[in-house]
């Protein structure tokens, strides 16, 4: 069955130094892999998604993710955190086997940022 | 414009009794979805709907957990005799087609069982 991992349940990241959230999927095909994020009382918003093509995906809020499938991985970066990125962050893939492309996501990643 | 909305954003509901949740997604999207997500948990799919029909429900976690979209807009995920494991928020999102459609959520519905 289709499945996400993402290994870290906690990330505490000084605010200006680099990110990478990591996500591992289990999936038989090329499979269509998001990064959400939601933030306390809000929605989810997507970052980014892989379909095809390009490898290294380029996101909102400056994120990007790339997708390695030698790996199983998408793993999601940002170059500089600002505060205002703590949130839960979620990654996920589409499952094109159920009506309607149903996602299934990771348990998430909490991203702590500190001053 | 306006993105998906959910209502009520809280619900506290005793043991037993019905609850109905309420959708009301983008205009124009086809595709509605429905997402239990747990504490701790990432979102777990629910039900599928394409327009008014219902495509897909294997995720609804049991037959006291019904949802409609009867005019293919507005959507209402019904849990009868409420169980303290339903306690969740529930997410609601929709896309402009599928597969693979962007899906824009909705704030949720945090449900509490008491």
């Known amino acids: 069955a289709q499945s996400v991992t993402q290994p870290d349940i906690h990330i505490t990241v000084s605010e200006g130094a680099s990110l990478e959230l990591r996500c591992n999927y289990s999936?038989?095909?090329?499979?269509?892999l998001f990064w959400y994020v939601q933030s306390p009382g809000q929605g989810l918003q997507l970052l980014l998604k892989?379909?095809?093509?390009?490898?290294l995906v380029q996101g909102i809020k400056g994120f990007e993710a790339e997708f390695k499938r030698s790996q199983s991985s998408f793993n999601l970066r940002k170059p500089s955190v600002h505060w205002s990125d703590a949130a839960e962050y979620f990654c996920?893939?589409?499952?094109?086997?159920?009506?309607?492309?149903?996602?299934?996501f990771g348990k998430g990643t909490t991203l702590s940022v500190s001053s | 414009g306006a993105g998906v909305s959910q209502s009520p954003r809280y619900k506290v509901a005793k043991r037993g009794q019905d609850v109905a949740l309420r959708c009301d997604p983008i205009s124009g999207h086809v595709s509605l979805f429905w997402y239990q997500q747990a504490l701790g948990q990432g979102p777990e799919f629910l039900t599928y709907f394409q327009n008014e029909a219902q495509l897909d429900k294997s995720g609804l976690p049991s037959d006291r957990f019904f949802a409609e979209r009867p005019e293919g807009s507005v959507s209402t995920l019904k849990i009868q005799r409420t169980q303290q494991e339903d306690s969740a928020v529930y997410l609601c999102a929709s896309s402009l087609a599928a597969p693979g459609g962007e899906q824009y959520f909705g704030p949720g519905t945090r449900l509490t069982v008491t």
């Open positions: 999936y038989g095909a090329t499979p269509y």
């Open positions: 996920a893939v589409a499952d094109l086997n159920q009506a309607g492309t149903a996602l299934i």
């Open positions: 892989y379909f095809s093509g390009d490898t």
